[in-house]
């Protein structure tokens, strides 16, 4: 006769659940991600001094985002384990499971958005008025001589083509220059913030797409984003009127 399975005591519970955690930490890197991503926001609230609110609906946004991150692992390892073969039902589990960290994720931007944009906006607009009062020509300067650059040091590599892989990154780096000068061309509006945060999404989104792609390391992708925004800074401090 089996003797019945004794029930877990609480003190096994808890290391199980963080077992858990841990697991999907060191094996997911959406939730190496989106946890590092978590702790930066969770320091930015200490260092914004947000109210006590705005700290609330910041946790449990992140919670949300991790949350379901862990869910779609395991929903994902449960397919695996039940599907020997390709099924269609068990793609659809998947790309379930995959849409409501996506629903979570965007959720979380949402409110960290809601939160920091006034304050983030005010410190930013400061700078940005010493540094911008230039013309909208210096940006077509600025994405030419990014560009040219860009070229040259391929070409000094000996590494891709002008608009293929090697380093660095020319899409990452038009992409950034343009935000970059976007973000300075803006007048000191209401919508300086708003326009800019979506114009460096887009650049981030260019750089991914192009690690994804297979294209660029993130390596060549981050030196990229970085030269096409200090290039077009240079430009703008040293022709701005």
């Known amino acids: 006769m089996i003797a019945p399975r004794r029930a877990p005591s609480i003190l096994e519970s808890f290391n199980f659940a963080i077992e858990g955690i841990i697991h999907v930490l060191r094996t997911q890197r959406n939730m190496r991600i989106h946890f590092a991503i978590g702790v930066g926001v969770l320091v930015a609230a200490l260092a914004f001094d947000v109210s006590r609110l705005e700290l609330i609906a910041l946790l449990i946004a992140i919670a949300f985002v991790l949350i379901a991150e862990m869910l779609n692992t395991a929903i994902e390892a449960a397919v695996d384990v039940a599907s020997t073969s ?17 629903i979570a994720a965007v959720n979380a931007i949402a409110v960290g958005y809601l939160v920091f944009s006034g304050q983030v906006a005010d410190e930013s607009s400061r700078l940005l008025d010493k540094l911008s009062q230039a013309p909208a020509e210096l940006t077509l300067v600025a994405l030419v001589i990014t560009t040219a ?8 590599s000996g590494r891709g083509s002008p608009l293929r892989g090697g380093w660095p990154s020319g899409h990452a780096a038009v ?6 000068a976007v973000t300075l061309v803006l007048d000191d509006t209401d919508h300086r913030f708003l326009v800019s945060s979506l ?22 992708v981050a ?19």
Request: proline share 1%.
């Open 86 to 102: 390709f099924d269609p039902m068990a793609k659809l589990a998947k790309d379930i499971g995959a849409g409501a960290v996506l």
């Open 149 to 156: 650059i860009v070229i040259a040091m391929k070409a000094l």
């Open 175 to 180: 992409a950034f220059a343009g935000w970059m």
């Open 199 to 220: 114009s460096l999404i887009m650049a981030l989104l260019v750089a991914q797409t192009r690690v994804e792609a297979g294209v660029h390391s993130t390596l060549e």
């Open 223 to 241: 030196s990229g984003g970085i030269l096409g925004a200090l290039v077009t800074l240079a430009v703008f401090q040293g022709f701005s009127t």
